[in-house]
């Protein structure tokens, strides 16, 4: 079959509680899975979708259709399928299905971008047996619905990529069932992670390392510089890991608090926690802790490093059930703490020529396109700016903060004049949002916040080794910046 382009429906299925059939059953589930393969592959094409490679989920499917109305009747078709199929006893099939509809980018046989996302996100939140379908998809089928389905509206919901809240719909059919439990959204769980008003660009990868890592350790601190994107990062691992901690996840925002004696009695206010009197706050927010199941996600530690340390150390030994994960521009350095420098974005290849369909897909680019656009809704990547814009992206390191900063510009420039005011970067890249912390309205003060952290001691060895162009080598540190002391 040809690639599917232009706007296309997408589809996701996942098996309810496979890890835990795969333990139980492991002699069952590979003819299982080939079983439920075998039928899903024959009811996609049968209905005119297509079978996306495979992304590492052996229990999944991935599927596109150019038509909305096919996508739904093969989803309805696949369940029944799937529903009247007679399982082994230790291996019954429950499959949770999702709908949406969107434009993205095809790439070595997949797909990547927003609605793809989206649709992940969606499928996570419905049960095994349960099809769900967003607004967008239900607006294209609803006036064409047949073969006894219909559309059941259960109301808005948000998703785990904290962006805008989505209108959620489930599909029925005679020959399904109709009931399910409430849909596991971010409304469902015990949490108080913020709605973001902008997108989460990318970063993959870098989820899925994080993830990893986090199964091996309870302390977790992103670090990186200022910019980096740490916070929304730990926002975006904390949202897909909600499900996981049944007593909660909580954001802790460090960011306006001054006194370190303080970071203890914010925490303990954030998770609904009193003081009692003539008792330590400290004291009383570890008994509380002690039986329960919580993430605690503690936002810029870097100027509270001692205080936070000292927090998560004594909390993390009198709570087992407790995780932490940090953001900061350095590591607290305790004992059971991993550490997990964030990168930069992807970055093009600035020295090769710009396809433009394959810069476009560049995370850094991305970023600086969607901010763009936000700015100025009628800006496009053309074969005029595609190269400067690859620089331009270069230039600034990939950090998100710099690429947003320079986004905004081109309501007054364009993106060849931005690349050349880069010399100048701290003149240029400011006007950041109102809302948002003093040092993130500017990369001057980004970059004054860092330096102010910094001790006497280690002020003076930034100053020497910013000689060195390029990096350096420990014994060429050693030579050029050090002294008696």
């Known amino acids: 079959m040809e690639p599917t382009i232009g706007t296309i429906t997408f589809l996701f299925t996942d098996v309810e509680g496979s890890t835990k059939m795969w333990e139980e059953a492991p002699d069952l589930?590979?003819?299982?899975?080939?079983?439920?393969?075998?039928?899903?592959?024959?009811?996609?094409?049968?209905?005119?979708?297509?079978?996306?490679?495979?992304?590492?989920?052996?229990d999944s499917v991935f599927a596109v259709f150019p038509r909305a109305s096919e996508a739904l009747a093969a989803a309805a078709k696949l369940q029944i399928a799937l529903r009247t199929e007679p399982w082994p006893a230790k291996t019954p099939?429950?499959?949770?299905?999702?709908?949406?509809?969107g434009e993205a980018q095809e790439r070595d046989e997949d797909y990547y971008g927003a609605p793809v996302n989206r649709c992940a996100r969606l499928r996570a939140i419905a049960h095994g047996g349960q099809i769900v379908v967003s607004l967008t998809t239900e607006e294209l089928v609803r006036d064409g619905l047949k073969g006894g389905v219909s559309l059941k509206d259960?109301?808005?919901?948000?998703?785990?990529?904290?962006?805008?809240?989505?209108?959620?719909?489930?599909?029925?059919?005679?020959?399904?069932?109709?009931?399910f439990p409430p849909l596991r959204s971010l409304d469902a769980l015990p949490n108080n992670l913020p709605q973001q008003l902008t997108?989460?660009?990318?970063?993959?990868?870098?989820?899925?390392?994080?993830?990893?890592i986090f199964k091996h350790t309870r302390l977790l601190s992103l670090t990186g510089s200022g910019g980096a994107g740490k916070t929304r990062l730990a926002l975006q691992v904390a949202a897909d890991l909600l499900e996981d901690y049944e007593d909660?996840?909580?954001?802790?925002?460090?960011?306006?608090?001054?006194?370190?004696?303080?970071?203890?009695?914010?925490?303990?206010?954030?998770?609904?926690?009193?003081?009692?009197?003539?008792?330590?706050?400290?004291?009383t927010l570890t008994d509380f802790l002690k039986s329960k199941k919580v993430l605690l996600v503690l936002d810029n530690c870097e100027h509270l490093l001692s205080a936070c340390a000292t927090l998560c150390d004594q909390l993390l030994r009198a709570s087992p059930g407790l995780y932490i994960l940090a953001t900061s521009r350095e590591g607290l350095n305790i004992a059971g703490e991993t550490t997990y420098r964030v990168p930069s974005l992807g970055l093009p290849d600035p020295r090769s020529s710009q396809v433009i369909s394959e810069l476009v897909q560049v995370e850094a680019v991305r970023l600086f396109v969607e901010r763009a656009q936000a700015a100025q809704p009628s800006f496009q990547v053309n074969d005029q700016n595609a190269a400067s814009l690859a620089q331009l992206c270069v230039r600034l390191d990939g950090i998100p903060l710099a690429i947003e900063l320079a986004a905004a510009r081109v309501k007054a420039l364009s993106v060849d004049q931005i690349n050349q005011r880069l010399d100048d970067r701290f003149?240029?890249?400011?006007?950041?949002?109102?809302?948002?912390?003093?040092?993130?309205?500017?990369?001057?003060?980004?970059?004054?916040?860092?330096?102010?952290?910094?001790?006497?001691?280690?002020?003076?060895?930034?100053?020497?080794?910013?000689?060195?162009?390029?990096?350096?080598?420990?014994?060429?540190?050693?030579?050029?910046?050090?002294?008696?002391?």
Not at 32 to 52: M, Y
Not at 264 to 271: D, G, K, L, N, Y
């Open 29 to 58: 589930m590979p003819q299982t899975i080939e079983r439920h393969d075998e039928i899903a592959l024959a009811v996609i094409e049968d209905n005119g979708g297509r079978v996306v490679k495979s992304r590492g989920e052996g």
């Open 93 to 101: 099939i429950k499959v949770r299905m999702a709908l949406h509809t």
């Open 154 to 179: 259960l109301g808005l919901h948000r998703l785990k990529d904290l962006s805008r809240p989505e209108q959620v719909f489930q599909v029925l059919h005679p020959e399904l069932p109709e009931d």
């Open 199 to 212: 997108s989460f660009i990318g970063r993959e990868q870098v989820i899925a390392e994080v993830l990893e």
């Open 248 to 283: 909660g996840v909580w954001m802790i925002e460090l960011a306006a608090l001054a006194d370190p004696n303080l970071v203890a009695q914010s925490v303990a206010t954030t998770i609904g926690v009193r003081e009692e009197p003539g008792r330590p706050i400290l004291a």
């Open 427 to 485: 003149r240029l890249l400011t006007g950041g949002s109102r809302t948002a912390l003093p040092r993130q309205q500017t990369l001057r003060a980004l970059i004054d916040w860092s330096y102010d952290l910094l001790t006497p001691e280690e002020q003076t060895l930034l100053r020497r080794l910013s000689v060195f162009a390029g990096g350096w080598t420990l014994e060429a540190a050693e030579a050029v910046c050090a002294d008696s002391d």
